[in-house]
């Protein structure tokens, strides 16, 4: 006898089984055969549930089968699919249990968003709905006869007609009736007399959404590079590393402009010569036309694209485009990692310390770390590529045979990194400046826009904690025994540490030198932006009308305007580009002679135990954007904290310095690398409940602790997250750490699996989280 293991496909927060059903000569009611991956149609009590297949099992007797086959029901029907083979079964369940995440939530990564059908509550009864995306198919003209037979058939005076001949002939024997109608006028008429004549037939195609990017058929292809030294020993390491066909890890620690992606390129090739194919992973925000372009130019139309941008349908089309075998490349997005290609041999990362790789919503995913599973399972590699890899990546190659590293520490172009200037702003303060643009910024911005350059001014906007800062000696309050700084509380005017609950009243005076100016941080882009036209504007040499290009959240909502406002800056030849953290990456402009960051230390001042690491990574990845071209640059960062290690590191591109130095602290700290954690989100709309839930967790918690792992492992007591409230609820929190070689996943696992649901307040588990 055999069974199907169905996961109903029910949105839930909390931790889900697969429901088992009978099936009948392996085929559902409907007498279609059920496997692995299909969306089913079942029964549910009285109910009807559309559900998943993650398994089929054969039962040698019904003995064996471990529920009772008479209280079996059937699968009622196959609906769609099979969206993913065992293997990605195998890999839904792994993010579950790593992740302590619901297996439908975990499951639906690997189904086209839109694309399944699913049940409604109507008035009578529940309904079957149909998959809101699906297939559009629009008509294609297409020349069934050589050009020149055609046109000889057809008389002078047809012009029209011949028109349409030499069209379809001049794209290569098709088109489709909208591009035919732009250039010839009116096709339809002309194309049904050619039809009837036989020479042009008028047929429905499935039409990709989305595939204006895509090159016309039969365009060239760009030929790879002749490889610098370090790329040539950067892609030695990677074949090396595939040889092994174990999961072996290569870490591509690349200066800026040192040439990463052409790297990329010719690993791809390699493994698309083997037969086998590669998913290519790149931060959200650089997934624009150019960079997709750049993998286009290279492999063609074998390169499909994922990202959270596309429309539905137009990631639908895509996604069927990959599971019908029409890609070997995938360009995307984390969520990538789950597209239906067959046959990975290669996952390449980008900018892999980038925190978009983990998902913060359920399964709260890192995307590192999923792609070393797939791998190690598939006996392929992975590449992780960046300029500033993150203080884990480089702490386990220190320590771990298969993973590799390949330097690449010159640019491209020959030129050294730009020099970086730090700019004391608490100095500025003391000498009577109350502008949020220092004296030498100042003159640097007048000299570039004078000498016909652009400009990048990065504002560092990460996080929405308000933290207090002296203004005259840089002091920030922190917690004695977290290190990190404490948060700004205005109802109680109190400061806050979030990890361990600490909390001290506002002083009316700085603790260090006594100054009354204390300042409570966050500015916004707008805010900027105002003063630095009026700043402009009072500038003669910097010339008239000095375009600004404001780059943030709220002007790059719509889709494309990332794009244009890039090509904006481009276009121009002196102009100042202000952006938040969206700048700092993939930004690649010859005239780009000045970086400036505004304020440094915002982000070093969050209640972050990784405030640091992202300081250092952001002031390297903004310099970046300085001097690429023939232009020299010159890169000044504004900071009330000169001395702080992780602006003295990368003013002097000292990496090794700073990740020793912040290794021990996070040593000293017990925080990642040397620890495992998993952060426990409690929150709900009563702040009591909420805090009683907490409360509640944290006493069994130190049970099961105490009992199973001993003292190895830490509890922390609950406290408010750092956004206490966020859309009506309150939230609170509970840190535990495990060492470093433990796995911190499969004791939480079995608590939270026998944990009764307590509806006063949600419950949910990030493992290894980025934030806290
Ligand atoms: P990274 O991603 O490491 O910052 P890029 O991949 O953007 O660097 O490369 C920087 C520049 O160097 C690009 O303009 C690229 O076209 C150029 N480049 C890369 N490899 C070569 C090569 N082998 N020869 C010449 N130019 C190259
Ligand atoms: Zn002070
Ligand atoms: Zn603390």
């Known amino acids: 006898m055999q069974t199907a293991s169905v996961i109903l496909d029910i949105p839930t927060q909390a931790l889900d089984s697969p429901y088992a059903y009978?099936?009948?000569?392996?085929?559902?009611?409907?007498?279609?055969?059920?496997?692995?991956?299909?969306?089913?149609?079942?029964?549910?009590?009285?109910?009807?549930?559309?559900?998943?297949?993650?398994?089929?099992?054969?039962?040698?007797?019904?003995a064996a089968c471990p529920v009772d086959p008479r209280k079996l029901k059937g699968v009622t029907r196959v609906l769609a699919g099979p969206f993913f083979d065992e293997e990605g079964a195998a890999c839904a369940q792994f993010l579950a249990d790593r992740y302590i995440a619901p297996l439908s939530a975990c499951v639906r990564l690997f189904t086209p968003p839109g694309g399944v059908p699913h049940l409604v509550n109507g008035p009578r009864?529940?309904?079957?709905?149909?998959?809101?995306?699906?297939?559009?198919?629009?008509?294609?003209?297409?020349?069934?006869?050589?050009?020149?037979?055609?046109?000889?058939?057809?008389?002078?005076?047809?012009?029209?007609?011949?028109?349409?001949?030499?069209?379809?002939?001049?794209a290569g024997g098709s088109l489709n009736m909208g591009q035919l109608n732009q250039q010839v006028g009116s096709a339809s008429a002309p194309c049904k007399a050619l039809a009837d004549r036989g020479l042009v037939a008028v047929e429905a195609r499935r039409r990709m959404r989305g595939a204006?990017?895509?090159l016309p058929e039969g365009a060239s292809v760009q030929e790879p590079l002749p490889l610098l030294p370090d790329q040539q020993n950067a892609l030695k390491v990677i074949n090396e590393a595939r040889a092994a066909r174990d999961g072996s890890v290569v870490v591509l620690d690349g200066v800026t402009g040192s040439g990463k992606t052409e790297v990329y390129l010719q690993?791809?090739?390699?493994?698309?010569?083997?037969?086998?194919?590669?998913?290519?992973?790149?931060?959200?925000?650089?997934?624009?036309?150019?960079?997709?372009?750049?993998?286009?130019a290279r492999f063609g139309n074998r390169v499909a694209v994922m990202h959270s941008r596309m429309s539905a349908g137009e990631r639908f089309d895509q996604w069927q485009f990959i599971q019908s075998g029409g890609a070997d490349v995938v360009v995307g997005a984390r969520s990538a990692l789950f597209a239906p290609l067959a046959n990975v041999g290669l996952v390449v990362i980008d900018e892999e310390h980038e925190s978009t790789y983990k998902q913060e919503s359920q399964p709260r995913y890192r995307a590192v770390d999923v792609a070393l599973w797939m791998m190690e399972r598939a006996g392929g590699t992975v590449v992780l590529g960046s300029a500033t890899p993150s203080i884990e990546t480089l702490e386990r190659l220190g320590r771990d045979g298969r993973w590799r590293r390949a330097a690449m520490p010159h640019r491209t172009n020959g030129k050294p990194l730009p020099p970086i200037e730090v700019v004391d702003m608490a100095r500025e303060f003391s000498?009577?400046?109350?502008?949020?643009?220092?004296?030498?910024?100042?003159?640097?911005?007048?000299?570039?826009?004078?000498?016909?350059?652009?400009?990048?001014?990065l504002l560092n906007q990460r996080g929405f904690a308000k933290f207090l800062l002296c203004r005259d000696c840089g002091f920030v309050p922190s917690c004695p025994s977290c290190a990190t700084s404490l948060t700004y509380h205005e109802d109680g005017a109190k400061l806050v540490c979030h990890h361990c609950g600490y909390s001290a009243p506002v002083p009316p005076k700085c603790p260090e030198c006594g100054s009354p100016y204390l300042k409570k941080f966050g500015a916004g882009t707008q805010r900027v932006e105002a003063d630095l036209r009026a700043l402009l504007d009072a500038m003669p040499e910097a010339g008239p009308e000095v375009p600004i290009i404001r780059m943030d959240a709220d002007t790059t909502r719509f889709k494309g305007a990332h794009e244009r406002l890039l090509q904006a800056f481009g276009a121009q030849p002196r102009a100042v580009l202000l952006g938040t953290q969206m700048i700092a990456k993939g930004l690649d402009f010859d005239d780009v002679a000045l970086v400036g960051v505004i304020n440094a230390d915002t982000q070093l001042n969050l209640p972050d135990f990784r405030a640091a690491e992202r300081t250092f990574n952001l002031i390297e990845q903004v310099a970046g954007r300085a001097g690429r071209g023939d232009v020299p640059g010159q890169v000044l960062v504004q900071t009330y904290e000169p001395s702080s290690a992780a602006i003295m590191g990368a003013a002097r591109y000292a990496r090794d310095w700073f990740v020793a130095g912040e290794l021990q602290k996070r040593r000293l700290f017990s925080y990642p690398p040397y620890v495992r954690m998993a952060n426990i989100l409690i929150w709900g709309p009563s702040l009591d409940d909420v805090k009683d839930v907490a409360a509640q967790l944290h006493r069994q918690l130190e049970v099961l602790i105490r009992d199973?792992?001993?003292?190895?492992?830490?509890?922390?007591?609950?406290?408010?997250?750092?956004?206490?409230?966020?859309?009506?609820?309150?939230?609170?929190?509970?840190?535990?750490?495990?060492?470093?070689?433990?796995?911190?996943?499969?004791?939480?696992?079995?608590?939270?699996?026998?944990?009764?649901?307590?509806?006063?307040?949600?419950?949910?588990?990030?493992?290894?989280?980025?934030?806290?």
């Open 125 to 170: 009864g529940q309904r079957l709905e149909a998959p809101a995306v699906g297939e559009v198919e629009e008509r294609w003209a297409v020349l069934t006869a050589p050009a020149e037979e055609a046109l000889e058939q057809l008389s002078k005076t047809a012009v029209k007609q011949r028109q349409v001949v030499e069209a379809l002939a001049a």
């Open 431 to 457: 000498a009577g400046s109350r502008s949020m643009f220092s004296g030498a910024l100042t003159c640097a911005l007048a000299d570039t826009l004078a000498a016909g350059r652009k400009a990048v001014l």
């Open 708 to 772: 199973q792992v001993g003292d190895s492992w830490q509890l922390l007591a609950p406290v408010p997250c750092v956004l206490e409230r966020l859309r009506g609820a309150w939230r609170w929190h509970i840190v535990v750490k495990c060492p470093q070689g433990s796995d911190i996943s499969p004791l939480l696992l079995g608590f939270f699996r026998q944990r009764k649901a307590d509806k006063r307040a949600n419950v949910a588990v990030d493992i290894d989280p980025l934030d806290l």
């Open 212 to 214: 204006a990017e895509a």
């Open 22 to 62: 009978g099936l009948a000569d392996g085929c559902a009611a409907d007498g279609e055969p059920v496997s692995v991956g299909n969306a089913v149609l079942v029964p549910l009590g009285s109910r009807k549930a559309v559900g998943f297949v993650i398994a089929v099992d054969r039962w040698e007797t019904e």
């Open 267 to 296: 690993a791809i090739s390699a493994v698309l010569a083997e037969g086998r194919t590669a998913i290519v992973l790149v931060p959200e925000i650089s997934l624009t036309p150019q960079t997709v372009g750049r993998f286009r």
